[in-house]
């Protein structure tokens, strides 16, 4: 089992779930955003001392198969406007990674990684199949170009990845899945070029699939907007947890990517 970043908002609290994990079966994992801001620098983020944590690391899942992590970044490619100064006062104000120490501006971190991940999968051996797993979005077809009252959201797309990433990963064929997240929206499988690609994070419990069927079947909403619903559910928390304790492992099922090797 690999966890693919923002298993929890600190990382302690992540490694405590690894820990959990490794009870039962054999896990990895690699940071998401939500994590690097209790991680101290550069050196955290990109290099924490922990044997189980993939970031351009390889774990053979057979004697054909390897599995790599990469955290990953954004670069402000994704935005309506991919002005390097306007996003960054952007993330300033409202975005949760303003509080991440990182060296250098957004671009440069994602041009690097970029640039680092063509010089990793270079090195790996060309007979090896390889399972990609990063944070960030890789490319444009997990963008959505929102409409309507949602319109302000298409701002936020800005710090949801890098399409270089997934430009890199077009060069190697021997990459035959990618998995990754951030989105907290779901989407099919999709190949382009010679890979699949899975997005299908697990998400906040007021973005669940079974939360929006609780909210409607109990005609407490009138319209879905799942981060106004915390309220609601909480006024209604016993009736929610009888149907959590029902429903809550078909969620996690439909949030997992599960692939044969």
């Known amino acids: ?77 994704f935005a309506e406007n991919p002005d390097l100064k306007k996003n960054q006062r952007l993330k300033d104000l409202y975005w949760y990674d303003r509080k991440i120490q990182r060296a250098g501006n957004d671009s440069m971190i994602s041009q690097g990684i970029n640039q680092r991940l063509d010089e990793f999968l270079g090195c790996l051996p060309k007979e090896k199949t390889v399972i990609l797993s990063t944070h960030f979005v890789p490319k444009w077809d997990f963008i959505i170009q929102h409409q309507g009252e949602h319109v302000r959201w298409n701002q936020l797309n800005a710090f949801l990845g890098s399409p270089d990433f997934g430009e890199v990963i077009d060069e190697y064929s021997q990459v035959k899945h990618v998995i990754f997240g951030h989105t907290h929206r779901r989407f099919e499988p999709k190949k382009i070029k010679q890979t699949w690609y899975h997005c299908r994070p697990f998400g906040y419990y007021y973005e669940w699939q079974t939360t929006r069927t609780f909210v409607f079947k109990h005609q407490l909403v009138e319209n879905y907007r799942p981060n106004k619903l915390r309220s609601v559910l909480r006024d209604n928390r016993a009736l929610f947890q009888v149907h959590k304790e029902k429903t809550l492992l078909k969620e996690l099922q439909e949030g997992m990517t599960i692939i044969h090797y």
Do not use: K
């Open 1 to 77: 089992m690999h966890l693919a970043g923002d298993v929890a908002n600190t990382a302690a609290e992540t490694l405590e779930t690894v820990e959990r994990f490794q009870q039962f079966l054999p896990a990895t994992f690699h940071w998401g955003n939500h994590e690097m801001v209790t991680l101290i620098g550069e050196a955290e983020i990109e290099n924490y001392p922990h044997e189980l944590f993939l970031n351009f690391r390889s774990h053979p899942l057979s004697d054909e198969v390897l599995l790599v992590g990469v955290n990953g970044w954004y670069d402000y490619q």
